[in-house]
């Protein structure tokens, strides 16, 4: 072969493989499916959130025509601030042209909300306080409302409820717990405490509403810090002797294992309206006569020793056992 012909063909191979090398090349570089402005834009939305100090746990949700934003609140000192840092950071998105699109096919137009939830709390969860920002709504009054409510939240004794919060006040549930009722919490003086932190936040509290609750578990022990449980109980009916003789103001019953094989049972009574602790008819003959039904309810080796009444300035003990 002469050198021409096999230099004419070296080149035609090495063409060959060239074009070869560029055509995977391209197969390789092919762009990627373009992302979904809504989902982009939602998505450097979190990103920018989750750079604002003083809250956590940011995500988002679109459900029909409310987009809600769900945050915890980890610095109640800048709650106010960092609130009104969130709706400008949404306000100064691509998110609300990308809503328009989303939901063109809406005769209105998406609308923002605000959910504060528990600091920590799993996807999905209920949010403790929501927040409606309507177009026009005074941004500053629904800061103020979430500071307000990062304050109420810190009350010792006290457990936040889904409420709501807007120009018109508060819709506040809370319950009071069992170590707030031991440490002297009662409802009435938590409601004038929050109606005073409602006033330093700029909104008349006779616009809010106030629902009260006492909460306290089925079963609670201090036994060594462990679980203990009433073995070969029907506590489920333990309380009804006591319930039939607590008169119309019983509310629900707790039972306390304060070390082993011992049995106190605590009453919590209803509420008035006002939060204020209801009295109930018990007496000591009551429940020294009521015992011998309980106790026939439960292991023997429990032994019964007081039930104990929250009332309105306190507590008043009575022995299950004459002395």
């Known amino acids: 072969m002469r050198t021409s012909q096999r230099v004419g063909f070296g080149m035609r191979a090495a063409a060959i493989a060239l074009a070869g090398a560029l055509l995977l090349a391209g197969c390789a570089t092919q762009p990627e499916a373009e992302q979904d402005p809504f989902d982009a834009a939602t998505a450097e939305l979190r990103v920018q959130l989750e750079q604002i100090d003083g809250i956590a746990d940011v995500r988002h949700v679109l459900n029909a025509l409310d987009f809600s934003i769900s945050y915890s609140i980890t610095d109640p000192a800048r709650a106010e601030q960092a609130t009104l840092e969130v709706i400008d950071t949404y306000e100064a998105s691509d ?67 889904t409420s709501t919060f807007s120009a018109g006040g508060f819709d506040l549930a809370y319950t009071v717990d069992y170590g707030g009722l031991l440490d002297g919490v009662r409802p009435t003086a938590v409601t004038a405490q929050m109606s005073q932190i409602i006033t330093d936040s ?16 089925e079963l609670l022990n201090s036994v060594d810090g462990e679980p203990q449980y009433v073995q070969g109980s029907s506590l489920n009916r333990a309380d009804q002797p006591l319930k039939a003789v607590a008169g119309p103001n019983y509310g629900s019953v707790l039972y306390f294992a304060p070390e082993n094989f011992t049995l106190d049972i605590v009453l919590l009574p209803s509420l008035a309206p006002d939060g204020t602790l209801l009295p109930l008819d018990l007496t000591g003959e009551a429940v020294l006569a009521a015992a011998p039904v309980i106790q026939a309810d439960i292991d023997s080796r429990w032994k019964l020793r007081d039930v104990v009444v929250f009332t309105q300035d306190g507590s008043q003990t009575y022995p299950m056992r004459a002395s």
């Open 95 to 161: 998110v609300p042209g990308a809503l328009k699109t989303e939901t063109a096919a809406y005769d209105d137009d998406a609308q923002l909300s605000l959910n504060i939830i528990e600091v920590g709390a799993p996807g999905g969860d209920i949010p403790d306080l929501e927040l409606s920002v309507a177009p026009d709504a005074d941004v500053t009054t629904i800061a103020r409302g979430v500071a307000a409510w990062a304050r109420m939240e810190a009350i010792d004794g006290v457990e936040l409820r």
């Open 202 to 217: 700029g909104v008349d509290p006779s616009t809010s509403t106030f629902a009260a609750a006492l909460h306290a578990p």
